[in-house]
């Protein structure tokens, strides 16, 4: 579960990036995020991430209260935290199945574990004929679909996707999105970062609308889908 109570976060800049937002995304939710650049979608991922700290107000996130959080805990928040970049990120150097297990081999999971989670994962994503692949032999959606399988892998309460169909043709877009979708049908929470509107009025649900550092709409809507 993520919840803001009556936060408020001013750079050393003077700009103040997020106004007394209060937001709560119960486990197993699937929300979109969207709002124009510089309207605090970034400051709130941070938030979560604890990369930044509030001004003010209380942030919990997967039963951790941020502000009280030592820093030695941080790496620990984070294992229950799975993050979907824009551009990919994966290491060229690996191959898909090397990709996805190297966030299992960072915290030391038993190899006997990483030789079953891994080849699980990947075929979750549609992409077990690729496991040998590295990413310059993929297409930007199959990329992202590694992103995703590395974000699940660890098996997460909560996934941050970021912009996650920013760098992908706009026709698998609705692809990754749908991946997602079912992921989050198995129970982890999607946090998912969009300026895309067309594929948010497609899917409907919980729509969380930031503006100049406010949340201005925050209310569930129905798809298209949902017209039929």
Do not use: W
């Given at each position: ?208 609308n930031i503006n100049s550092g406010s949340i201005v709409f925050d209310e569930v809507i129905g798809g298209a889908n949902d017209e039929a």
């Open positions: 579960m993520v919840e803001l109570k009556n936060v408020s976060v001013t750079y050393n800049t003077g700009v103040d990036a997020l106004n007394n937002v209060s937001l709560k995304i119960n486990d197993g939710e699937f929300a979109f995020v969207v709002g124009s650049s510089g309207a605090g979608k970034s400051t709130l991922i941070k938030l979560i991430l604890k990369e930044i700290d509030a001004t003010s107000g209380v942030v919990m996130v997967n039963g951790y209260n941020l502000s009280r959080l030592k820093k030695k805990k941080i790496p620990e928040l984070r294992r229950t935290i799975g993050f979907v970049f824009q551009n990919f990120r994966l290491i060229p150097t690996m191959t898909v199945y090397e990709n996805v297990a190297f966030v299992l081999r960072v915290i030391d999971a038993p190899r006997k574990y990483i030789r079953k989670r891994v080849p699980y994962v990947i075929s979750l994503v549609g992409l077990q004929d690729k496991s040998n692949a590295y990413p310059n032999e993929l297409s930007g959606g199959e990329q992202q679909r590694v992103a995703i399988a590395r974000a699940l892998v660890n098996d997460p309460q909560l996934i941050i996707a970021d912009e996650p169909t920013g760098n992908i043709d706009p026709e698998l877009s609705y692809e990754i999105v749908e991946l997602l979708k079912g992921i989050n049908d198995c129970g982890t929470t999607i946090l998912m970062v969009t300026h895309e509107h067309d594929l948010v009025r497609h899917f409907g649900g919980r729509i969380i």
